[in-house]
């Protein structure tokens, strides 16, 4: 570097010009990934940045990055075994081992799984490893919990409820649980998957996928909204596949996760829905639209940004988190 060049740095430097620069591109750079589906539910693919629309509190943004390659997973798989018993043990053995090859089936080569199992406590079944032989050999471990859960005596649903909610039910060989034979610590659990997945490399995919009834029954040490904080900071999803029925479209809490962080829910209740929804949601996290804008918004003092996307068109439905925190510049 000659005498000049060097001086010239030294005086940016001195000024703050050069470290405001720096900040103001690690700070303002906002990534997105998000994905879209059409009106029955199927993933869109094909589009194009001019096809997005984002606004950030209500103010369009202008979209500088856009990137649709295929990128590396890192996912740490969550499963609730505190659920009740007959539902339990239609899972285990029947459902989950061979929903777990397909699982394991979608990864490529390179990504990255972690498991993790909860019921009134959260324990790390394995480390992050790209071998899918660990992982199933580590989820294998769960049908042992199965063989202890109680049972749960039916609700009206299942004694008087609709003919085709109770024989759903008889199907599945379980009656809807008035509730958990054990504390459920859901949102502890997917903290903890959350904080393991900050070690990964940050141009991975990081996504934390949860098997689970829903129930958040607790005590949990992390509320819904510190977990979900820590999802957001780091830019982390969430998908789940429920072991209940949709209330009116939702559920529940891993609804409000999906809707949170980005990402989605699955029904499973079933060996062949399961098993779709496994597959759906690695083809989903791994295809995804990422888009980066620079915020036009300023602040004096840390603030919440909420960020919506949409397509041109008006069938279609985009799936992304919510928002953002925008911390001032210096």
Known sequence: ????????????????????????????????????????????????????IVREDGKVQTITNFDTDPQPLSVAIVVDDGMNGNLLRYLYPKVLPSAFEALLAGFAPGDRMAAFRYDHEVAKLSDFTDDPAAIGKSLATLEKFAETRPNQTADMLGEKGPRVLRSVINVLGSTLPKERPTKGVL?????????????????????????????????????????????????????????????????????????????????????????????????????????????????????????????RSSTQTVLHRKGYVQYPQP
Not at 33 to 42: E, N, R, W
Not at 209 to 232: R, Y
């Open 1 to 52: 570097m000659s005498r000049q060049i060097l001086i010239t740095v030294l005086m940016l430097i001195a000024s703050g010009s050069y470290v405001r620069s720096q900040i103001r591109t690690r700070v303002d750079l906002v990534v997105v990934p998000v994905s879209v589906k059409d009106a029955k539910g199927k993933l869109v693919t094909g589009l194009t940045k001019d096809d997005f």
């Open 187 to 311: 949102n502890d659990a997917i903290y903890q998957a959350a904080i393991a997945l900050q070690s990964e490399p940050t141009e991975r995919r990081k996504i934390v996928l949860v098997i689970s009834d829903g129930q958040a029954a607790g005590p949990n040490a992390h509320t819904f909204d510190s977990t979900t904080e820590l999802l957001l900071k780091d830019r982390i999803q969430f998908y789940g596949v429920s072991t209940k029925f949709a209330t009116f479209g939702s559920y529940g809490t891993l609804t409000a996760y999906a809707r949170a962080a980005g990402g989605d829910v699955y029904p499973g209740t079933s060996t062949k829905s399961i098993e779709s929804a496994f597959s759906n949601i690695t083809e989903q996290a791994r295809y995804e639209y990422v888009l980066g804008y620079v915020s036009n918004n300023e602040t004096q003092f840390a603030v919440f940004r909420n960020i919506q996307v949409r397509t």
